[in-house]
């Protein structure tokens, strides 16, 4: 990205980071320019990553419950589907040509440049830009804001080709199904690319060092997330280590897994291996070195409170540096850059970003989780509300899941709040709100919820965490 005009910003990155902060600064008045080389705005998010994604969970949750659900729904003749995965994947395709475009005319509609090619940062004021066709070109500006993002980290042992051995890229375009896929690592790509494949008819196993699913989220909400993705027909190889995937003359994958904690070896055969052990920053060429930008240990760039690197005048947000890697944080960071480059003052509330894994049920949570509040030393409240006491999602038979709210025992504050179920990443909008304006549970207790909707559990596990529900 580059700003300009008062004072020029740059940015390399088209992706959510860099592409919002462009329009941003082009909004305040900035001469801005958005160098991105993949040839596409939206970066690994629209390309290869959240829109792509969504799009085969939409389809293969639908195929899912006609086949699985519809009779029992009163709808016969849906034993006779059939799967057509080229449709699938044009419809995949079809979202994300239509949003990397509309990015392209956001741009063009507040006047920000995209400049097509690999940037690298010749020094604080000055951008070298190999276009797609070769050329080379300068862009002299007084802002860098660096928004290069991540890609997959990638695994000894496990040579990825993208074809049988793929990341989530590969994973997202398999041009056939596979009758079984192992997934490595049972983190946020893992379940969902793992849902996607396993709803299709792959058998699907997940193998996973640690002993719970989800990397990180709240230990109950894990719990009920595994055993919901067991009855689904996923299994699951918990505390687990992979020690090779190789291509066999078969053209199948073996794959080696040993018990975490040391013990015998087993080799399971495969059609497909998905690797989705996290992501790394990326800032290959970026010419970080030269420039003399510091990175820590695991590679990010380091930056302040308000994105500031080490080098005066050059920027960093996103992916490429701390925190969650997600698209939503990228845009709040990229938001706050060019305010903070434009007027000294922006805002990014870590504590209020939520993560949303789109399976089915939906998985969302805000704030902390209960071990974390645990850790703090904090007295708290919790409030459980199931989804079988709701009304919607028995009317819906979709009632799977549960919501929890974690408050301050002393001020009844809202702490965390962490949803299993139905319409979760757009319920856990709620919980955001409240974090923000440092709502208490009661808050939201008193707040009347629409009568019959799945919102109505989130009331009520307020209720639940400083009095009783009512329903349940
Ligand atoms: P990126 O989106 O990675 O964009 C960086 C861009 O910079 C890239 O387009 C790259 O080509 C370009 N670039 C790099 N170096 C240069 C250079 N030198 N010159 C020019 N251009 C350069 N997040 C969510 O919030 N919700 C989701 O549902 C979600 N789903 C995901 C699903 C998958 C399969 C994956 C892989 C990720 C998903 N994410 C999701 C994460 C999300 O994609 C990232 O957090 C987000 O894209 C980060 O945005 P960014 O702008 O920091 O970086
Ligand atoms: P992740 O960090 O979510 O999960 C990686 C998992 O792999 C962890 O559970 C970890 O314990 C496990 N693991 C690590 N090494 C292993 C090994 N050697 N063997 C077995 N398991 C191992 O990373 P993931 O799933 O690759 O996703 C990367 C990023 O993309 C995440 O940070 C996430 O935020 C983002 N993303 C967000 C989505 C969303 O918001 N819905 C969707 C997809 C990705």
Known sequence: LRVARRSLATSSGGGPGGYVAAIKAAQLGLKTACVEGRGALGGTCLNVGCIPSKSLLHNSHLYHVAHEEFTKRGIDGASNLKINLPTMMKAKEKAVTGLTRGVESLLKKNKADYVKGWGTIVNAGEISVTGLDGTK?????????????????????????????????????????????????????????????NRLGSKTTVVEFADSVGAGMDADMAKIFQKTL????????????????????????????????????????????????????????????????????????????????????????????AGPMLAHKSEEE????????????????????????????????????????KAKGIEYNVGLFPFVGNSRAKTIDDAEGTVKIIA??????????????????????????????GASSEDIARTCHAHPTLSEAFKEAAMATYDKPIHF
């Open 230 to 321: 067991q009855k689904q027909g996923m299994n699951f190889k918990l505390g687990t280590k992979v020690i090779s995937a190789k291509k066999n003359a078969a053209g199948k994958v073996e794959v080696v897994v040993e018990p975490a904690k040391g013990g015998p070896k087993e080799t399971i055969v495969v059609d497909v291996v998905l690797l989705s052990i996290g992501r790394r920053p990326f800032t290959q060429n970026l010419g970080l070195e030269k420039a003399g930008v510091k990175l820590d240990t695991k590679g990010r760039v380091i930056t302040d409170a308000q994105f500031k690197t080490n080098i005066p005048g050059i920027r960093a947000i996103g992916d490429v540096i």
């Open 334 to 373: 990229g938001i706050a850059a060019a305010e903070y480059i434009h007027s000294g003052h922006g805002h990014v509330n870590y504590n209020a970003i939520p993560s949303v894994i789109y399976t089915h049920p939906e998985v969302a949570w805000v704030g902390l989780n209960e071990a974390e509040v």
């Open 137 to 197: 070109s300068t862009l002299k500006t007084k802002n860098i804001i660096i928004a290069t993002g991540s890609e997959p980290s990638p695994f000894p042992g496990v040579d990825v080709d993208e074809k049988v051995i793929v990341t989530s890229t590969g994973a997202l375009s398999l041009e056939k199904i596979p009758e079984s896929l192992i997934v490595i690592g049972g983190g946020v790509i893992g379940l969902e690319l793992g849902s996607v494949w």
């Open 408 to 437: 301050e025992k002393k001020t009844d504050k809202i702490l965390g709040a962490h949803i299993i179920g139905p319409g979760a990443g757009e319920m856990i909008a709620e919980a955001v709100l409240a974090i923000e304006y």
